[in-house]
């Protein structure tokens, strides 16, 4: 568990260093060297205040989209929502810093097969009867590059299933692990 705060604390403190730098160059850019593009991306989450979930999002480069593999534990069994949030930001209690679902397109609320979606709606993590969730995606609206970089995000894990119909937020409740979206080498 320490290690796992130390990550997201690391990734919480270049992304502040990143802001406070006023660096004019993109995020996707940021420790990769000149021109280098990210194929590769983790969210190491932690839980909220009350909450014991935590684990492991990695996002990698595919042809088609973006590969997403979760593996999160210290969930109630049944489904959770899983979105990419707006902000990479985990440092209030509640997760709430994180902002809103990643919408750059300011599309609808909807499912991680709908045409139009937010680029931050990938569903439900299903979590067995010890807490436990594992997901394999390929998501052809996630990015790493331009302005729908899902760089320096925020992934959070809900309490409640995500309906896919209540805007904006799929009513999945209250944010019971978060994360930041930093680059992997």
Do not use: W
């Not at 730098?21 to 839980?47: D, F, M, R, Y």
């Not at 979606?117 to 436990?132: F, I, P, V």
């Amino acid at each position: 568990m320490k290690k796992t705060v130390a990550v997201g604390f690391l990734v919480v403190l270049v992304g502040v260093a990143y802001a406070l730098s006023g660096c004019s160059k993109s995020p996707e850019h940021v420790g990769t060297g000149a021109g280098a593009a990210v194929t590769q991306a983790i969210a190491v989450l932690t839980p909220t205040q009350g909450n014991k979930v935590q684990g492991v999002v990695t996002f990698v480069k595919e042809k088609d989209g973006v590969h997403v593999v979760a593996s999160i534990d210290g969930l109630s069994p049944g489904l959770h929502g899983f979105h990419i949030h707006e902000l990479g930001d985990c440092s209030s209690p509640d997760g709430n810093s994180a902002g809103g679902h990643f919408n750059p397109m300011n599309m609808q609320h909807g499912g991680p097969t709908a045409d139009k979606r937010h680029e931050g709606d990938l569903g439900n993590l299903q979590a067995d009867a010890s807490g436990k969730a594992k997901l394999t995606a390929v998501d052809s609206k996630l990015s790493f590059e331009g302005a729908n970089s899902i760089i320096g995000r925020g992934v959070v894990v809900h309490a409640q299933p995500d309906d896919f119909t209540t805007q904006p937020t799929g009513a999945s409740g209250p944010r019971v692990g978060c994360g930041v979206i930093g680059i992997m080498k």
